[in-house]
C-alpha cells in the first residue's frame, strides 16, 4: 500500500458513499425486474451497484435467462423507464439526505489541500450534486459517457487521477461497492470500501460506516496495514 505522506488526491464514488442513491437505484430496477418476471435477490441488487445503467440491465436480463429475449430498442426503453422511476425517487433530496461525517470530511481534505474529483459511473450525478448542494467541492467530475468501460474496468478511477493531474499511487479511490473496489485496485490507486466486509474484501481499508472515515482513521490504517 502506498505512504500516506505520498497522498494528494481523493477520488469519490457517489452512491452509497456521498448519499444513499443506492437505494433508490436498487428499488427503481427491483420494479423493473419484477415488471420483467426477473426475480430479486440480494446477490443481484449487491452486484448492480457500481454497474452502468445498460451493463445493469444486461445484467439483470441475464439472472433471469432472458438475455436474448429483447431488441436493443426495448431495451433502451426498459432503461429509460427505471431512470424515471429513479428521478422520481431522488425527486425530494437535499442536503439533509448527505451521509453523516461526509460534509466534515470534504471540509478536512479542502482544509489540508487534497485534490478532490467524483468517479460515478452516473449519468445523473451533477444533478445529485446539485441537490445535495457540493458543486463547491467537485468542480472536477469524470463523465462517464466518455469512457469505453465501466467499472469494475479502471478506466473511471484511471481518468479520475488524470484529471487531477496525480500519478494513481498519490490518490484514494473510494467506494460502496465491490466493482468500484475492484476498478481503483485495477487503476494502481489505495481503494477505501465503505460498508459490509465479506463484499468489500477487496478494499486496501475498510470503514463500516462514513463517520469512521476521517483523515486520521486513514493514516492510521495505512500504517498499520504498511
Ligand atoms: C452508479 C450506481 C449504479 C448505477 C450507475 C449508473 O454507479 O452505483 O447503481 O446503475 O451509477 O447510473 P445512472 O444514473 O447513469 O443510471
Ligand atoms: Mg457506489
Redesign the pocket.
Known amino acids: 500500500m502506498a505512504n500516506f505522506k505520498d497522498i494528494k488526491g481523493f477520488i469519490f464514488?457517489?452512491?452509497?458513499v456521498i448519499t444513499l442513491?443506492?437505494k433508490y437505484?436498487?428499488q427503481a430496477?427491483h420494479q423493473l425486474a419484477d415488471e420483467l418476471g426477473v426475480t430479486w435477490t440480494k446477490a443481484l441488487a449487491d452486484g448492480?451497484?457500481?454497474?452502468?445503467?445498460m451493463?445493469?440491465l444486461e445484467m439483470i436480463l441475464k439472472a433471469g435467462n432472458k438475455e436474448n429475449d429483447y431488441t436493443e430498442e426495448e431495451k433502451i426503453r426498459f432503461?429509460a423507464k427505471?431512470?424515471d422511476n429513479?428521478l422520481t425517487l431522488i425527486g425530494k433530496m437535499t442536503d439533509e439526505d448527505i451521509l453523516p461525517g461526509i460534509p466534515a470530511f470534504l471540509k478536512d481534505l479542502a482544509a489540508h489541500n487534497y485534490k478532490i474529483c467524483l468517479a460515478?459511473?452516473?449519468?445523473?450525478?451533477p444533478i445529485i450534486l446539485e441537490k445535495l448542494d457540493l458543486v463547491k467541492y467537485f468542480p472536477i467530475v469524470v463523465d462517464?459517457s466518455k469512457l469505453k468501460k465501466?467499472?469494475p474496468d479502471p478506466e473511471i478511477y484511471v481518468r479520475g487521477a488524470e484529471l487531477l493531474h496525480l500519478k494513481p499511487e498519490e490518490c484514494i479511490g473510494i467506494e460502496?461497492?465491490a466493482?468500484?473496489i475492484q476498478a481503483i485496485n485495477g487503476a494502481g490507486e489505495t481503494s477505501i470500501g465503505i460498508g459490509d466486509a465479506t463484499e468489500l474484501s477487496a478494499a486496501d481499508i475498510r470503514f463500516a460506516r462514513t463517520t469512521d472515515m476521517t483523515l486520521v482513521n486513514i493514516e492510521a490504517a495505512m500504517k498499520i496495514n504498511a
Not at 448492480?48 to 445503467?53: A, Q, Y
Request: proline share 3%; charged share 25%.
Open positions: 464514488d457517489l452512491d452509497g442513491t443506492s437505484h436498487g430496477w448492480l451497484k457500481g454497474i452502468s445503467r451493463d445493469s432503461a427505471k431512470n429513479y460515478s459511473a452516473s449519468k445523473n450525478s462517464p465501466g467499472k460502496d461497492a466493482a468500484g
